[in-house]
């Protein structure tokens, strides 16, 4: 069974920083991009940054130049290094996935159980 396992939430300062790491857990034959979403209460889930298998990255405005992604092909794995973290970043975090379980299968999203990142003061 094919799950992932978020590390790495908790409360941190304004100006703080702060590292979510993602990982696949179960057998799987191949990763096409992961990305990290957040939801803040009464808001819709939204996009943070995404990587695919490749390298290329995507971003939203509102983190441009605070959160760098990364990911580790070997380990199917993504991070994500929060810097100047501000109020407004207050939210749960869910790691995100597309991939195949095996080589004849389709692709198929997979989503973590979320982590609470509070930035206060």
């Known amino acids: 069974q094919v799950q992932l396992v978020e590390y790495g939430g908790g409360l941190v300062q304004p100006g703080g920083s702060l590292r979510l790491s993602c990982a696949v857990s179960?057998?799987?034959?191949?990763?096409?991009?992961m990305g990290w979403y957040r939801q803040a209460p009464g808001r819709q889930r939204e996009l943070v940054a995404k990587?695919?298998?490749?390298?290329?990255?995507n971003y939203a405005d509102f983190v441009k130049g605070r959160f760098t992604i990364s990911r580790d092909n070997a380990k199917s794995a993504v991070y994500l290094q929060m810097s100047s973290l501000k109020p407004e970043d207050t939210a749960v975090y869910y790691c995100?996935?597309?991939?195949?379980?095996?080589?004849?299968?389709?692709?198929?999203?997979?989503w973590g159980p979320g982590a609470q990142v509070t930035v206060s003061s």
């Open positions: 179960g057998s799987i034959f191949e990763v096409f991009v």
């Open positions: 995100n996935a597309v991939l195949r379980v095996g080589p004849r299968d389709g692709w198929g999203t997979y």
């Open positions: 990587i695919f298998s490749g390298g290329t990255t």
